[in-house]
């Protein structure tokens, strides 16, 4: 299990994120950078922010619930967008996607996607507890 600190020495997160995020005991997992893409590869919510960061949240949840992973695993995110400004109006979003304690967070602000459609790429790292986990997947082996 994870366990998220906000100590005093350094400023107070202000919104959906914790400072740091330790991890250990369970099964990391390393989640691709996530776009706004459906089952079929089709962008999602072209122009339109709050679609694409659903759709984006939406498929991190899809993946990690493959493993056994629930949101709450999440220990760490990196936020790249298009537009910045747009994507911090999306807050309220993440709070149906995130409880306290919240994963750390970087958000970046990039000129362009790999697809000029698309306004928001998350990469996830997520903790699932080995009880839970489950890795029944037809996974490969990286190394050996």
Same mark, same amino acid.
């Given at each position: @299990? /994870?366990?998220?600190?906000?100590?005093?020495?350094?400023? &107070?997160?202000?919104? =959906? %994120?914790?400072q740091?995020?330790?991890?250990?005991?369970?099964?990391?997992?390393?989640?691709?950078?996530?776009?706004?893409?459906?089952?079929?590869?089709?962008?999602?919510?072209?122009?339109?922010?709050?679609?694409?960061?659903?759709?984006?949240?939406?498929?991190?949840?899809?993946?990690?619930?493959?493993?056994?992973?629930? @949101? /709450?695993?999440?220990?760490?995110?990196?936020?790249?967008? &298009?537009?910045?400004? =747009? %994507?911090?109006?999306?807050?309220?979003?993440?709070?149906?996607?995130?409880?306290?304690?919240?994963?750390?967070?970087?958000?970046?602000?990039?000129?362009?996607?790999?697809?000029?459609?698309?306004?928001?790429?998350?990469?996830?790292?997520?903790?699932?507890?080995?009880?839970?986990?489950?890795?029944s997947?037809?996974?490969?082996?990286?190394?050996g």
């Open positions: @299990m /994870a366990t998220a600190y906000n100590p005093k020495a350094v400023w &107070t997160p202000f919104g =959906a %994120f914790s740091a995020v330790v991890a250990g005991e369970g099964r990391l997992v390393f989640l691709k950078g996530q776009v706004a893409l459906d089952a079929d590869g089709a962008v999602v919510g072209e122009g339109d922010m709050v679609r694409q960061v659903e759709q984006v949240l939406d498929n991190i949840q899809n993946v990690l619930g493959s493993f056994g992973g629930r @949101m /709450a695993d999440i220990v760490s995110l990196t936020q790249h967008t &298009t537009d910045i400004a =747009a %994507f911090m109006e999306c807050g309220s979003i993440r709070q149906r996607y995130f409880n306290e304690p919240y994963p750390v967070t970087t958000t970046i602000e990039v000129s362009a996607l790999y697809d000029t459609r698309l306004k928001i790429e998350i990469t996830a790292i997520a903790e699932i507890p080995v009880d839970r986990f489950d890795g997947l037809d996974g490969r082996h990286m190394h």
